[in-house]
Nanobody, 119 residues
Framework: QVRLVDSGGGLVQAGGSLRLSCAAS????????MAWYRQTPGKQRELVAV???????YYVDSVKGRFTISRDNAKNTVYLQMNSLKPEDTAVYYC?????????????WGQGTQVTVSS
């Protein structure tokens, strides 16, 4: 199994920046996609950005040009650099990793980190 520890959330004013980190540890053959989701009360968890093992990247339209996802394969870590933050970015952000172990693809989730953007 893979254990994820995500961090980097906090309180920031609109227009500010934060950098989230998520480190994976445990047993796996390969890490496939690494992603960030976010969720606000009463709403479904939303995919924010995802990066494949080959470096392909997808962003939800609302964060394009402001957020940057990256990964360090040597450290099994994924990052989310968030710039020009808006109040509507306020949410709990969750790291997600899809990995291969015992010939199966599996998913693991971080515990979540709160991001609050004040206006």
């Amino acid at each position: 199994q893979v254990r994820l520890v995500d961090s980097g959330g906090g309180l920031v004013q609109a227009g500010g920046s934060l950098r989230l980190s998520c480190a994976a540890s445990g047993s796996f053959f390969a890490i496939n996609t690494m992603a960030w989701y976010r969720q606000t009360p009463g709403k479904q968890r939303e995919l924010v950005a995802v990066i494949s093992s080959a470096g392909s990247i997808y962003y939800v339209d609302s964060v394009k040009g402001r957020f940057t996802i990256s990964r360090d394969n040597a450290k099994n870590t994924v990052y989310l650099q968030m710039n020009s933050l808006k109040p509507e970015d306020t949410a709990v952000y969750y790291c997600n990793v899809n990995y291969t172990w015992e010939n199966r693809n599996r998913d693991s989730w971080g515990q979540g980190t709160q991001v609050t953007v004040s206006s």
